[in-house]
């Protein structure tokens, strides 16, 4: 007889003295557990008490604070544990869809994922097909992420009355949110007419807005401000009078029982707590109609409950109409009357006890059942076939940098670059846009000045004087001045830039020989301008007095040892485009790409998404190395629209080598990007992105870099900001290779300091950027 001895298989997680805090929240207070194998094990409680936390600390999303967490046989503090073992851990964090990628599809958002836990091809569309199958999103492959609720068929007419709570149920993709995104105007029907206080639905129509408040699925909170400062500002934004906003907000507070919460930012808030101050938001303007899409998804029964008994405490005692969706039947049957959805068509309307005795069924769940079973014509269910690829074989991934999880994310970002347009017009536009400004905008010529004479001499000698001037291409001559108010109250309007006075005798002195002299009235309002002017006049003046001195019968006649003439080599004519222009291409490659690069990163910090680095075999090098590929390439395409619009547009030559300047704009795009995704590891908005890449870029590079003043001329630290700064460097080179007519045998020595520059950039963002969540 064969004895048979039972191994007992350890726990798949322990958890010894486990807490963690938020601030001075305490979110678990010293827990020790330990979660059996081969077990569908469950944590039940109320929101805000560390269920969330507990399963982030066993999962490795979140740094564990203080205890012990023992997953699959190892420490969650070893980064080496985490990496071997995320492959054996799946992940769904709270909230609708905060993993996914709403511009990406149903198949791309799982694709991505498959390619970063390292399928190939074949296994990775043998599996997707399975799990769309299985899952029932087969028919929604194609379709983006962030449109799954609805956007279906048709919606016969439904007529609730005033202080009903009107109820929509459905499944997944039945129309419901759909349906309520058309009655608020945000969506418009394709067919048909949606009516709204016996008016048709006009998206346009603000008195009807007023009367209409809407709670959507996702949470139109604004997590800068605290709960008060939130019910505050829609106050505001409804036009409630100034004097009864404090009172309003303050019975807000107290009816959602909010009290103990009103100073605090509604992303640090439990679930539950955020739906009450969501429906605060959508009441505090008292509107006699409500729309809910879904507001209880993921609230925990005690939360349900108590949100249910504001909304029957509005609709009995406010008079307030209420449509909302769900998919619990036991909210459902709370509700006045309701209609029962799918695909898109109403398939019964009633209270729910008449659509209960309809198809004279137990409960309301077997008849909701029964109606979606004729309305699928009773047809018999397909058998999944059973999968045919083969189970994961549980071996940790290969460390190391894997080109495929780098190139995921780089596919990845691409696809939603190109189907965000506000970024992607950025990214395009924003430098040509820019150029186009700046390049005109920008400029040091002191060209077509207005001025006037007051002519007190009226001789043959002062008419060639102010013809002299006015042949110029500086000066455009104005209608002679007459007094001195007048000139004065022309210059004062900005009619004329120079006021010229020829005294009294003027042609006499001329004609003498002795010293003639004028008098010149410059607007000082641009000091720098005023000294140009200044200039000009007294040359003009000056050359103008040897001209006419040199056709005296008797000129005077000075030599010299020396006759100094000044040149300038590399742009004869002074002009501000040829200086002006090559330097604008280095500001604008850093400010744009940097820009896009950081705002690639936290805006995956503000939606969410960030967690797919903490779970997945992702590393911190491939995450940032992948997101930073697209912006590359589109760093470069923004440089050879730059250079075309120099040469064709503003006309200015490009001399040098043409090779040399790509190479070096290719580093210095790099140095760019990678600036962007450093300054991202400390931001967590976009707004904050936007800003501190434009100061940290901007200044040193208009201030520091050689754009107007040269580096060398700096002193103390802003001497030493130019010298280390890439700007400095490919600025010299892009003014060499425009201006100079240098090649890379000239400009060898300024490339150094850019490939130095990508590795301490691109090792510090590395190095900052978490890789779990603080």
């Not at 004729?374 to 018999?380: I, L, M, S, T, V």
């Not at 001195?484 to 002195?509: H, Q, T």
């Amino acid at each position: 007889m064969t004895s048979l001895t039972l191994v007992p298989v350890p726990p798949v997680a322990q958890l010894e003295g486990v807490s963690q805090h938020y601030g001075k929240t305490v979110a678990l207070n010293n827990i020790t557990l330990d979660i059996p194998a081969r077990s569908m094990v469950g944590l039940i409680g109320p929101d805000g008490v560390g269920k969330s936390s507990l399963l982030s600390l066993i999962s490795g999303a979140r740094v564990i604070e203080q205890g012990n967490v023992i997953v699959l046989g190892g420490d969650m503090r070893d980064a080496k544990h985490r990496r071997d073992v995320c492959p054996r851990i799946a992940w769904m964090p709270q909230g609708l869809g905060k993993n996914l990628y709403h511009t990406l599809s149903v198949y791309e958002n799982v694709d991505f994922f498959a390619r970063l836990f390292g399928h190939d091809k074949a296994e990775r569309e043998a599996r997707i097909t399975e799990l769309l199958n299985s899952t029932g999103l087969a028919p929604f492959r194609d379709r983006p992420a962030g449109k799954l609720s609805g956007g279906m068929n048709v919606l016969p007419g439904s007529c609730p009355v005033r202080g009903e709570i009107f109820g929509f149920l459905g499944s997944n993709g039945c129309g419901k949110s759909t349906t309520m995104k058309m009655l608020t105007g945000l969506l418009p029907a394709s067919e048909g007419q949606a009516w709204l206080f016996g008016q048709p639905v006009d998206p346009n129509d603000i008195d009807t807005r007023r009367r209409v408040g809407y709670m959507s699925q996702a949470f139109s909170l604004y997590n800068e401000l605290t709960v008060r400062q939130n019910l505050e500002l829609h106050a505001r934004l409804f036009h409630i009078p100034p004097a009864e906003i404090p009172a309003r907000v303050a019975q807000m507070i107290e009816r959602f029982m909010l009290t103990e919460v009103e100073d605090t930012l509604p992303a640090s808030l439990p679930l539950g707590i955020r739906q009450r101050l969501s429906l605060a938001v959508a009441v505090i303007h008292r509107p006699e109609m409500l729309i809910l899409d879904e507001p209880t998804s993921g609230v925990d029964p005690v939360a349900r409950d108590m949100f249910w008994q504001l909304m029957v405490d509005l609709s009995r005692q406010d008079k307030v109409t209420i449509f909302i969706s769900t998919h619990f039947m036991n909210e459902a049957e709370r509700c006045d009357r309701m209609s029962l959805m799918h695909a898109g068509k109403v398939l019964a309307s009633g209270t729910p006890q008449e659509l209960v005795q309809q198809r004279g069924a137990a409960n309301l769940e077997a008849a909701f059942i029964s109606w979606l079973q004729e309305a699928a014509g009773a047809a018999p269910e397909t058998p999944i076939p059973p999968s045919q690829t083969p189970a994961a074989s549980g071996k940790p991934s290969r460390q190391g940098l894997s080109f495929r999880r780098l190139f995921s994310y780089s596919r990845r970002e691409a696809l939603e670059l190109r189907r965000d347009p506000v970024r992607s017009t950025l990214a395009l536009l924003g430098t040509v846009i820019l150029m186009l400004i700046m390049g005109y905008g920008i400029s040091m010529d002191v060209e077509n000045l207005r001025f006037a004479v007051l002519d007190r001499d009226q001789t043959v000698s002062s008419q060639a004087w102010s013809l002299n001037l006015a042949g110029s291409r500086y000066f455009i001559e104005q209608p002679p001045l007459a007094s001195y108010d007048e000139l004065d109250r022309r210059m004062r309007s900005g009619e004329l830039a120079v006021a010229i006075e020829i005294p009294p005798n003027f042609g006499r002195d001329i004609a003498r020989g002795t010293p003639a002299q004028i008098g010149v009235w410059v607007d000082g309002a641009m000091p720098s301008r005023a000294e140009t002017v200044k200039g000009y006049v007294q040359a003009m003046h000056q050359s103008w007095l040897q001209e006419a001195a040199s056709r005296q019968p008797n000129p005077v006649k000075q030599t010299g040892l020396l006759n100094i003439e000044t040149r300038y080599r590399y742009n004869p004519d002074v002009k501000s485009l040829p200086a002006i222009v090559p330097a604008v291409i280095p500001l604008l490659l850093m400010m744009i790409p940097s820009m896009l690069s950081a705002l690639s990163v936290v805006r995956e910090k503000e939606l969410g998404s960030m967690i797919n680095l903490y779970v997945t075999p992702t590393t911190r090098s491939e995450f940032l190395l992948g997101k930073q590929l697209p912006y590359i390439a589109l760093g470069m395409l923004n440089f050879l629209l730059l250079c075309a619009l120099s040469v064709f547009v503003f006309g200015v030559p490009l001399k040098g080598s043409f090779l040399t300047l790509t190479l070096a704009a290719l580093l210095y795009v790099i140095i760019a990007t990678g600036l962007g995704l450093l300054i991202s590891t400390f931001m967590k908005s976009q707004i904050a992105a936007i800003f501190g890449t434009s100061i940290i870029t901007l200044i040193p590079a208009t201030q520091f870099s050689g754009m107007i003043d040269p580096v060398a001329s700096l002193e103390g630290p802003g001497r030493w900001i130019g010298e280390i700064y890439p700007t400095s460097h490919f600025l010299t080179i892009a003014r060499g290779t425009f201006s100079k007519a240098l090649d890379l045998s000239d400009l060898w020595p300024l490339f150094m300091p850019l490939l130095i520059a990508v590795p301490v950039v691109m090792g510090l963002s590395i190095l900052l950027l978490k890789k779990q969540e603080g």
